[in-house]
């Protein structure tokens, strides 16, 4: 499915806090009143080669498009989009990721923390030059909570809403039915009101029909053409700041190949990969004049995920997921007999991390390990014992249920990920061994049999934000879908109702050291059902031109990613290099910025969201 993020994007999907910012410690949340300055130094100026006039930065990426609209985009692709598009509440620091303002300068609780009150910033205003007000963000929080359309993406961040209002312009005041620790990492684009206001039927509506779109982001959306381009030129009026390019590309390319050789001729300035340069990849960019691959800690994870039977929020059950993987037994067979070294060694090469729980080690407030009786490591022979208490015996050498039916799988491959592909074999063989057959079916668009239920298997992955709280939300039931077919926040439709007791009680806690524990209760819980496993968490491994890029900004700052950052710092610092224009012609010689590789541990406590956004993983990273 695709990888959210937020969403997404990802992110919706899409679609993360610290101490306060992290969202737990909502006390330090009234730190939000942190000066909202500019985190990343001065204020950016407006760059424009000498040459032409205008300089533009294009981005190549594998990654189509889900929708244009906040309310519904799941996949990175699209909640990174929003992420320029649109204003938050808050952001998070480049830095530590701790929350910092956004389009509000400060928020604060009551006593009870039932009630929070943001002061909006008076110095933002819409593309079109009507000013952003808090009414805009009560309506945006309204729509969310009173249309189910409306909902799609980010619908977990106000399920506990009780009231929103705007008293003035400059204050909104959300009022709780019980304790949420996200309210410093509420990942929703905020709208303008007099736009979105005219919309009718939202799930139809793919905010793609009139451009310029207007915002109140760093960037305006311009102009899209589906699986093309998105194009979008810089907001002058941006309250951080404008951003230093003038007009910011981002270019499909299905073909991953062809992406990384449109980088070598200068015809684009950076490729993300699909959502990673391949080890190939990366050897055959290295030692290339101007071109700089940046490496660091993802904040992505790789997984295998079950089709544990699709089905509806009110128990309607669809799709022709086969039965044997309701088994727990069969479920954990299958992951125990993955051999996460050799996928680690032999198809990312060392350029990710062994997986264990559902969080990556980058967040690691919330990261946790299997204990050693728990772990569902490489153990072929344990895995043919527990198919055989299954009742799934060997006859000759083919895996048999009760009804006389060979035992064979499929599992849904992304046509544009090669390490799919490339897992696909291993697990073909692995699998065969134990008398599992299994199909490998790659498409360019997953999305279509992952809603309708019709699927065994899938490579799945999200990108996780620095709150978790949207990455855990795809697991309950109330992200089911209302009717079979429909998109939902859902990953796999998995529903346990002690699995929800556990999320609702995450949200509830402002405690950090006490959410994380919960969190941690989670993860386990999601090992041992077998539903999915975390094979690897994937370094970002990306590219650009230095004579094209002379500065970007990584997040984390000492060693991340740029490509799909919890925020909007990578495209809005990128400064141009001098004496040339970044527009897809090429541009003549500079040198960029050395990103070092370093290992940095990021505070988070507890809060926000992941998700990023909220997206799913259908396409290749929801956010």
Same mark, same amino acid.
């Given at each position: 499915?695709?990888?959210?993020?937020?969403?997404?994007?990802?992110?919706?999907?899409?679609?993360?806090?610290?101490?306060?910012?992290?969202?737990?410690?909502?006390?330090?949340?009234?730190?939000?009143?942190?000066?909202?300055?500019?985190?990343?130094?001065?204020?950016?100026?407006?760059?424009? !080669?000498?040459?032409?006039?205008?300089?533009?930065? &294009?981005?190549?990426?594998?990654?189509?498009?889900?929708?244009?609209?906040?309310?519904? !985009?799941?996949?990175?692709?699209?909640?990174?989009?929003?992420?320029?598009?649109?204003?938050?509440?808050?952001?998070?620091?480049?830095?530590?990721?701790?929350?910092?303002?956004?389009?509000?300068?400060?928020?604060?609780?009551?006593?009870?923390?039932?009630?929070?009150?943001?002061?909006?910033?008076?110095?933002?205003?819409?593309?079109?030059?009507?000013?952003?007000?808090?009414?805009?963000?009560?309506?945006?929080?309204?729509?969310?909570?009173?249309?189910?359309?409306? !909902?799609?993406?980010?619908?977990?961040?106000?399920?506990?809403?009780?009231?929103?209002?705007?008293?003035?312009?400059?204050?909104?005041?959300?009022?709780?039915?019980?304790?949420?620790?996200?309210?410093?990492?509420?990942?929703?684009?905020?709208?303008?009101?007099?736009?979105?206001?005219?919309?009718?039927?939202?799930?139809?509506?793919?905010?793609?029909?009139?451009?310029?779109?207007?915002?109140?982001?760093?960037?305006?959306? &311009? =102009?899209?053409?589906?699986?093309?381009?998105?194009?979008?030129?810089?907001?002058?009026?941006?309250?951080?700041?404008?951003?230093?390019?003038?007009?910011?590309?981002?270019?499909?390319?299905?073909?991953?190949?062809?992406?990384?050789?449109?980088?070598?001729?200068?015809?684009?300035?950076?490729?993300?990969?699909?959502?990673?340069?391949?080890?190939?990849?990366?050897?055959?960019?290295?030692?290339?004049?101007?071109?700089?691959?940046?490496?660091?800690?993802?904040?992505?994870?790789?997984?295998?995920?079950?089709?544990?039977?699709?089905?509806?929020?009110?128990?309607?059950?669809?799709?022709?997921?086969?039965?044997?993987?309701?088994? /727990?037994?069969?479920?954990?067979?299958?992951?125990?007999?993955?051999?996460?070294?050799?996928?680690?060694?032999?198809?990312?090469?060392?350029?990710?991390?062994?997986?264990?729980?559902?969080?990556?080690?980058?967040?690691?407030?919330?990261?946790?390990?299997?204990?050693?009786?728990?772990?569902?490591? %490489?153990?072929?022979?344990?895995? $043919?014992?527990?198919?055989?208490?299954?009742? %799934?015996?060997?006859?000759?050498?083919?895996?048999?249920?009760?009804?006389?039916?060979?035992?064979?799988?499929?599992?849904?491959?992304?046509?544009?990920?090669?390490?799919?592909? $490339?897992?696909?074999?291993?697990?073909?063989?692995?699998?065969?061994?134990?008398?599992?057959?299994?199909?490998?079916?790659?498409? =360019?668009?997953?999305?279509?049999?992952?809603?309708?239920?019709?699927?065994?298997?899938?490579?799945?992955?999200?990108?996780?934000?620095?709150?978790?709280?949207?990455?855990?939300?795809?697991?309950?039931?109330?992200?089911?879908?209302?009717?079979?077919?429909?998109?939902?926040?859902?990953?796999?439709?998995?529903?346990?109702?002690?699995?929800?007791?556990?999320?609702?009680? /995450?949200?509830?806690?402002?405690?950090?050291?006490?959410?994380?524990?919960?969190?941690?209760?989670?993860?386990?819980?999601? %090992?041992?059902?077998? %539903?999915?496993?975390?094979?690897?968490?994937?370094?970002?491994?990306?590219?650009?031109?230095?004579? /094209?890029?002379?500065?970007? &900004?990584?997040?984390?700052?000492?060693?991340?990613?740029?490509?799909?950052?919890?925020?909007?710092?990578?495209?809005?610092?990128? !400064?141009?290099?001098?004496?040339?224009?970044?527009?897809?012609?090429?541009?003549?010689?500079?040198?960029?910025?050395?990103?070092?590789?370093?290992?940095?541990?990021?505070?988070?406590?507890?809060?926000?969201?992941?998700? $990023?956004?909220?997206?799913?993983?259908?396409?290749?990273?929801?956010?």
């Amino acid at each position: 499915m695709v990888e959210r993020v937020p969403p997404p994007s990802a992110q919706p999907r899409s679609r993360l806090r610290v101490l306060l910012a992290s969202g737990a410690a909502a006390l330090a949340l009234a730190a939000g009143s942190v000066v909202p300055g500019m985190p990343l130094g001065a204020a950016p100026q407006q760059a424009q !080669a000498a040459d032409s006039g205008k300089s533009t930065l &294009t981005v190549a990426v594998a990654q189509s498009v889900d929708s244009l609209s906040p309310f519904l !985009a799941q996949k990175l692709m699209s909640t990174s989009i929003t992420r320029l598009m649109y204003d938050f509440l808050t952001n998070y620091d480049p830095k530590d990721n701790h929350a910092i303002p956004g389009l509000a300068t400060k928020w604060e609780p009551s006593a009870d923390k039932l009630t929070w009150t943001y002061t909006i910033r008076p110095d933002s205003k819409w593309s079109d030059g009507q000013q952003a007000t808090a009414e805009d963000a009560a309506w945006t929080f309204n729509k969310m909570m009173t249309d189910e359309a409306a !909902a799609q993406a980010n619908g977990n961040f106000v399920a506990n809403f009780k009231k929103v209002t705007a008293p003035s312009p400059t204050q909104l005041v959300i009022e709780l039915k019980e304790p949420q620790a996200t309210m410093a990492a509420l990942d929703v684009p905020i709208v303008p009101k007099h736009v979105w206001e005219k919309v009718g039927d939202f799930s139809k509506f793919n905010n793609d029909k009139a451009f310029p779109i207007v915002g109140n982001g760093p960037f305006v959306v &311009t =102009d899209y053409k589906v699986d093309q381009y998105v194009k979008l030129k810089a907001n002058k009026d941006f309250w951080r700041g404008r951003p230093k390019f003038d007009e910011l590309v981002f270019k499909t390319y299905k073909d991953q190949d062809a992406a990384v050789a449109a980088l070598r001729k200068g015809e684009v300035s950076f490729v993300a990969g699909s959502p990673a340069l391949t080890p190939a990849q990366a050897a055959s960019l290295k030692g290339e004049k101007n071109i700089k691959i940046n490496e660091g800690p993802g904040r992505r994870f790789f997984a295998l995920a079950t089709n544990p039977g699709a089905q509806t929020k009110d128990g309607k059950k669809f799709g022709n997921g086969n039965k044997a993987l309701l088994d /727990q037994k069969v479920r954990q067979a299958l992951f125990l007999s993955v051999d996460r070294k050799t996928i680690i060694d032999k198809v990312f090469q060392g350029h990710a991390v062994e997986g264990q729980g559902y969080i990556p080690p980058r967040f690691s407030a919330y990261h946790w390990q299997p204990t050693a009786e728990q772990s569902l490591a %490489y153990d072929p022979a344990k895995a $043919a014992k527990l198919l055989d208490e299954a009742g %799934y015996g060997l006859k000759g050498d083919q895996r048999v249920g009760k009804d006389g039916k060979p035992l064979d799988l499929r599992i849904l491959c992304h046509a544009t990920d090669p390490n799919d592909k $490339a897992i696909g074999k291993y697990l073909k063989e692995w699998w065969g061994k134990l008398g599992i057959g299994l199909k490998v079916d790659c498409l =360019d668009n997953v999305s279509v049999p992952w809603y309708a239920g019709e699927y065994d298997l899938a490579f799945d992955g999200w990108s996780v934000n620095p709150d978790p709280d949207f990455v855990l939300g795809i697991h309950t039931c109330a992200a089911l879908p209302a009717k079979a077919k429909d998109s939902a926040t859902t990953d796999n439709f998995i529903c346990d109702k002690k699995y929800d007791e556990l999320y609702k009680k /995450q949200l509830a806690e402002y405690d950090p050291a006490k959410r994380a524990g919960i969190v941690n209760e989670m993860q386990s819980w999601l %090992y041992d059902s077998g %539903y999915m496993s975390v094979i690897a968490y994937p370094n970002a491994v990306e590219a650009y031109r230095t004579d /094209q890029i002379k500065s970007i &900004t990584t997040m984390p700052e000492a060693a991340g990613n740029i490509y799909g950052q919890d925020g909007y710092w990578s495209w809005w610092s990128a !400064a141009p290099a001098s004496g040339g224009s970044s527009d897809s012609s090429g541009g003549s010689g500079s040198t960029g910025v050395v990103i070092g590789i370093i290992v940095v541990v990021v505070v988070l406590a507890g809060g926000g969201l992941f998700i $990023a956004k909220r997206r799913r993983n259908t396409a290749d990273d929801r956010e």
